[in-house]
């Protein structure tokens, strides 16, 4: 069984630039999440996908962020315009059931200058 | 606000001993809780669970206790092996409500297991 597939594994963009990171769930899995870890603190949740649906996105941390996960399958979290606070590792993880069996992709390490 | 907190940053523990991971918490709403191991370069992969209404998880070398009037979980590992070292983050969440997908994390404990 494929894992959780994250890209790119890196990406340095130029504050004000624009960057789209993309996750591919385990197939058949229709919970969705992304999380960040900010400068080795801890990992923060950001939001919550059933199928395509939002069903939390209370940590999304503002409108510079949106998430999108068109037909239910692979997710893309876009960044736009990126700030320097905005580095950090961005994890994606997929679950049959929520709270159980949460299987993290390898993460992406979006560095802002 | 840190409602999950791993106050120990790191242990160092000798290879055949206990390891003892500790993590406290505050929202009096979780009802579940995880262990979650990360090596560098890598997703954190999950370890063990623990639901509110049980107070030991075990799983091989691998136990959690919850004490709940303390708000308080630990992970015990024994014998630690030098493959154990990694950073170990406590996590939990809350089965009901609209965020029942949602886990917290505290900071992470960073154990290293010496031959």
């Known amino acids: 069984e494929a894992g959780v597939t994250q890209f790119p594994s890196h990406s340095v963009i130029e504050k004000g630039q624009t960057v789209t990171l993309r996750c591919d769930p385990i197939?058949?899995?229709?919970?969705l999440y992304w999380y960040r870890r900010v400068m080795g603190k801890e990992i923060k949740f950001l939001l919550h996908?059933?199928?395509?649906?939002?069903?939390?996105e209370s940590g999304m941390p503002n409108n510079r962020f949106l998430a999108e996960r068109t037909g239910g399958t692979y997710s893309t979290l876009k960044v736009q315009p990126a700030e320097l606070e905005d580095s950090g590792v961005y994890f994606c993880a997929s679950s049959l059931m929520t709270l159980y069996g949460y299987t993290f992709g390898s993460g992406t390490r979006l560095t802002v200058v | 606000d840190q409602q999950v907190k791993q106050n120990s940053p790191s242990l160092s523990v000798q290879e055949g001993r206990i390891s003892i991971l500790n993590c406290d918490y505050t929202?009096?709403?979780?009802?579940?809780f995880l262990w979650y191991k990360k090596y560098p370069a890598e997703g954190p992969t999950f370890l063990i669970s623990i639901s509110s209404i049980k107070d030991k998880n075990e799983d091989g070398r691998f136990t959690v206790f919850l004490n709940k009037s303390a708000k308080h979980l630990s992970l015990h590992i024994v014998p630690s092996q030098p493959g154990d070292s990694a950073v170990y983050f406590c996590?939990?969440?809350?089965?009901?409500?609209?965020?029942?997908?949602?886990?917290?994390f505290g900071q992470g404990t960073i154990l290293t297991v010496h031959p």
């Open positions: 197939s058949g899995h229709d919970n």
């Open positions: 996590a939990a969440g809350n089965a009901g409500g609209t965020s029942y997908g949602k886990l917290t």
């Open positions: 929202n009096s709403m979780f009802d579940y």
């Open positions: 996908f059933v199928k395509e649906s939002k069903q939390d």
